[in-house]
């Protein structure tokens, strides 16, 4: 029983290092080990995700984080890694639907917010009411962390996107 804990410890501990490393392609073989040892845990099962996500196994990612949905469906932050993955993948109503979903289970979601203003860019959509939440958020995000780079980005591409360029370039350069 100790062999197997200290095994699953040091399997885990592997895991961290390559992903701080960025090896994620050691991730993913650590990872399916374990998870093919009967191990789900969600951490694990997030990490795998993340982990093919930025090897570009879109398919693989996907079907990791609708397994985590299914455990957790009040994940906001899995349907805000799905959303990340179609906008990976240029698919933005899919990008769309799962930030609003990321929203609906966590309204002060800044990185939801901001890749749905991303995304109402690029296809043209974008609506001043959704500009002037993703700048409240920003704020209070930057309220707990001041010096919080996508709080400031959000901060000054909504000062920009409203017209208010001057204190949007001073945003800016404290990036």
């Known amino acids: 029983m100790l062999k197997t804990v200290n095994n699953l410890a040091s399997s885990i501990n592997l895991i961290e290092k390559n992903l701080s490393l960025q090896k994620f392609s050691k991730v993913e073989r650590y990872a399916e080990k374990l998870i ?15 982990s093919l ?6 398919l693989k990612a996907s079907k990791y984080f609708h397994s985590i949905l299914a455990v957790d469906p009040e ?9 990340r993955l179609f906008h990976d993948k240029g698919d933005d109503e899919k990008v769309i639907e799962f930030c609003k979903k990321s929203l609906k289970k966590h309204p002060d979601h800044l990185g939801s917010v901001n890749l749905l203003v991303i995304t109402n860019i690029k296809s043209g959509n974008l609506s001043k009411p959704l500009i002037e939440k993703q700048l409240d958020i920003a704020k209070r995000t930057l309220i707990k962390d001041p010096f919080n780079k996508l709080g400031l980005k959000c901060i000054s591409y909504s ?7 001057k204190v949007a370039l001073n945003t800016l350069s404290k990036i």
């Open 75 to 83: 994940g906001y932050n899995s349907h805000f890694n799905l959303a």
């Open 36 to 50: 093919n040892k009967g191990i789900n845990d969600l951490w694990l099962l997030n990490v795998l995700a993340i």
């Open 159 to 165: 000062l920009a996107e409203l017209g208010d360029y």
């Open 53 to 58: 996500a930025k090897q570009n196994k879109f």
